[in-house]
């Protein structure tokens, strides 16, 4: 913990307090630099402990609180990079981090979207679970390749709330060349049974049990842009559009080949190694397929080898 | 954690650079740990996908079939696949192409000793699909542009692990990637030049 950082957070709780308590900034540092430095407690619980201490000399709830100067924003309106903010999200998935430096990573969302938070291992903050609602406050905005994404530093505050928090669906466009098709796509079998339409796994749905399924198509795909990869979920409509397969043939296909598999096959040879600009909502880890279209020439080979021959 | 391990990126390389890169090694002890090969230009590879004119087929295997593709991109370097029984999918398909024949590849680094030692580079596929054209000249123009950019960050002042490991394992001038980028670039032009 840097003397800077103190400063920082004793400077913003002292701001948070200066309409209603007579203090000065160096009275809050005072506090958090005996918690902190003599009792070894984590920033963010001090700062924490003493906020709470002095909402109560205040006589003040939490909620009275600004944010001490950050906005508090929701989460579609992230769109500038480095800028300090309050978050109310819920985790909607952990992924593995790929680096010691990273303690958690993972996907956050709020009722107008989704945005990828990093935690870094060495702020040492307490974890956040899978499905837990968060009041995040002192995270910073960062931006790679026009995505938006949060960072929780040593600075940031984590509370959790006890409350549910409907997450949106955000609308993602990407492109790439489709790389795989996944099993469970082509001709399938779903449940019959009011609002199931669970995919039937050898004509039995794990919640019906044995059920005399309705044929319907998708294909699970896999988006790969050399950087990153999206799974794709093409619905029926989607999927006869792009592989110019109706239901009707593609049950008549199985039908003379005895074989549902052989949907699927015929699709991959029309489908794998092109390149498609995909948009539609998110939903966890899939981009539902609402529009798309394939690409064919590159627009503008012309830019590229202008920076191949100025490098 | 999300139920399902991250999925490997598929890279953006030219044969020239993949063939170079032969070193390999894996991220931890596990059995079942992703064996990455080195690109020069300092990116670990466990996945490419490449489009390029399939120029040769042949069935090299000894007992049982195992089909070699060799496949060109613009520079005229060759990527070499190779295709057997666990790769039913692929192998069918490089029986039954009749070269020459664009065709987009999904596929795994792979390295083997020769007798001589040295280390050839080779891709076993997980999927082989006929291309068109425009597929092909989109994916020389993104391979192009991701080659730029590796080597940009190949010469940061800020190298990340892999490009330090790449500056330790290999001898190789980068120069060498941005000139295949830089002619496979040019001849996408001259073809269309000569179209017009």
């Known amino acids: 913990m840097t003397e800077t950082d103190l400063r920082t957070h004793a400077a913003e709780i002292h701001e948070q307090f200066a309409e209603r ?6 009275e809050v540092h005072g506090r958090l630099d ?27 709830d939490r909620e009275e609180l600004g944010g001490g100067g950050n906005e508090r924003k929701v ?19 952990l992924w593995e981090p790929r680096s010691d430096a990273v303690a958690q990573v993972g996907l956050l969302g709020d009722e107008t979207g989704t945005i990828k938070f990093t935690k870094w291992s060495k702020s040492e903050l307490p974890s956040l679970e899978e499905g837990g609602v968060y009041d995040l406050r002192n995270v910073v905005t960062d931006e790679y390749e026009g995505r938006y994404s949060v960072k929780l530093n040593r600075t940031t505050t984590i509370e959790a709330l006890d409350e549910e928090l409907e997450v949106g669906d955000d609308t993602a466009e990407i492109e790439g060349a489709l790389v795989d098709v996944q099993s469970g796509s082509g001709l399938i079998k779903r449940c019959p049974v009011e609002d199931c339409t669970r995919v039937l796994q050898n004509g ?53 080949a005895l074989d549902t598999s052989v949907v699927a096959e015929e699709m991959c040879k029309r489908v794998l190694g092109r390149y498609y600009r995909v ?21 503008d080979p012309e830019a590229v080898l202008i920076k191949a021959r100025s490098m | 954690m999300a139920a399902v391990p991250t999925r490997e990126v598929a890279r953006r390389v030219f044969a020239r650079e993949f063939n170079d890169a032969t070193y390999t090694f894996t991220e931890s002890d596990d059995d079942r740990a992703p064996v990455y090969a080195l690109l020069p230009t300092g990116q670990r590879v466990n996945r490419v996908f490449l489009v ?38 692929a192998a069918s398909m490089l029986r039954e192409l009749e070269p020459p024949e664009y065709v987009a ?10 007798e001589e030692g040295d280390v050839n580079v080779s891709i076993r596929p997980e999927s082989i699909t006929v291309a068109t054209e425009s597929t092909r000249d989109r994916w020389v123009v993104e391979t192009a542009e991701r080659t730029l950019e590796r080597i940009r960050a190949f010469e940061s002042e800020t190298p990340d692990e892999y490009v330090a490991m790449a500056r330790q394992q290999y001898e190789l001038p980068v120069e060498n990637y941005r000139r295949a980028a830089l002619s496979a670039l040019e001849s996408l032009q001259e073809a269309a030049a000569n179209a017009d």
């Open chain 2, 105 to 114: 590849v999904v596929g795994k680094p792979r390295t083997y000793e020769t």
């Open chain 1, 21 to 26: 308590l007579d203090l000065t900034v160096e």
């Open chain 1, 34 to 60: 005996t918690l902190v430095n003599e009792y070894k407690v984590p920033t963010s619980e001090a700062r924490r402990s003493v906020i709470n201490a002095y909402l109560d000399e205040a006589g003040m």
């Open chain 1, 204 to 256: 039995r749905c794990s919640e019906h049990g044995e059920v005399d399924g309705e044929f319907d198509l998708r294909i699970k795909g896999v988006v790969d842009d050399g950087e990153r990869v999206y799974e794709v979920i093409f619905d029926r409509e989607a999927t006869e559009e792009l592989t110019g397969i109706t239901l009707e043939e593609a049950q008549e296909m199985a039908m003379d």
């Open chain 1, 75 to 93: 989460i579609s309106d992230v769109e500038t990079a480095e800028e300090w903010i309050d978050l109310t999200a819920k985790v909607v998935e």
């Open chain 1, 279 to 299: 948009v539609g909502p998110t939903f966890g880890r899939y981009v539902l397929a609402d529009e798309f279209d394939e690409q064919g020439a590159p627009a």
């Open chain 2, 52 to 89: 390029g004119t399939l120029t040769e087929t042949e069935d090299v295997g000894t007992d049982a079939e195992y089909w070699q593709g060799r496949i060109v991109d613009p520079n005229g370097d060759t990527f070499f696949t190779y295709a057997g029984q666990y790769q039913p999918d």
